[in-house]
């Protein structure tokens, strides 16, 4: 039998998409365990997480995704094996978690960090902040990607390990991918139909990117 996949998922008041998210995951990754990391939620976040089996991680404080996804990656070490494939998703997929089996396959078949690109790309901005995100990544090191900011991923327990701690708030995902590109890790990009909660372009999408691009700004200098 394969070693067991530990699935680490984000989640700041998702309560309404991560049930349906939750059950996706059961079905492409049967039996792994999972760890949420809530990020503070006001919502029942942390309460559908734990009703469908997952447990729940939080420092009972907002604190950013980068800090939760880190809190949560520590406990799913703790929970794996050297031949463990960690799985690290966002709360807001829905059913289209079922396409993360192919970021699995791809870290089985022999990559150590495997990215989803979207397939359909929705809502967003103008691209600045993903435009900087991807133009850093090259700088610092990094691959060209599709999705440099995607936070779809799959990595074995050795790249999990090289890129803990993860980089504060937005910018963990630049600095995952900088920091496996710099142990010498095999990285590849998988295009998915996954769909999420989009950001629009009004005021609070915008101070969204506003706030992603100043992480993204941050990462670079602390690698450059």
Known sequence: MPTPTIVILTAR???????????????TFPGAPVVVGDDGSRDATAA?????????????????KGGTATLAARR??????????????????GPSALELGALERAVRAGADLA???????TGGGFGLALGFAGWAVRRLGGPRLRAPISGQRAL??????????????????????????????????????LSHRATARDWRGFVHRACQLGDFVAVYLSRR
Not at 115 to 121: D, G, L, S
């Open 13 to 27: 008041d998702e309560a309404d998409r991560l049930g349906a998210t939750l059950d996706a995951l059961a079905r």
């Open 48 to 64: 559908v997480a734990a009703a469908r089996g997952a447990e729940v991680v939080s420092a009972g404080r907002r604190q950013g």
């Open 76 to 93: 799913g070490l703790e929970l794996g094996s050297p031949g463990t494939v960690y799985l690290l998703c966002d709360g807001d997929l």
């Open 115 to 121: 990215v989803a690109a979207f397939a359909r790309r």
């Open 156 to 193: 074995s327990a050795r790249a999990l390990t090289e890129v803990l701690p993860f980089a504060r708030r937005f910018g963990m995902e630049i600095g995952m991918t900088v920091d496996a590109a710099r142990a010498g890790l095999r990285i590849v990009e998988v295009e998915l139909a």
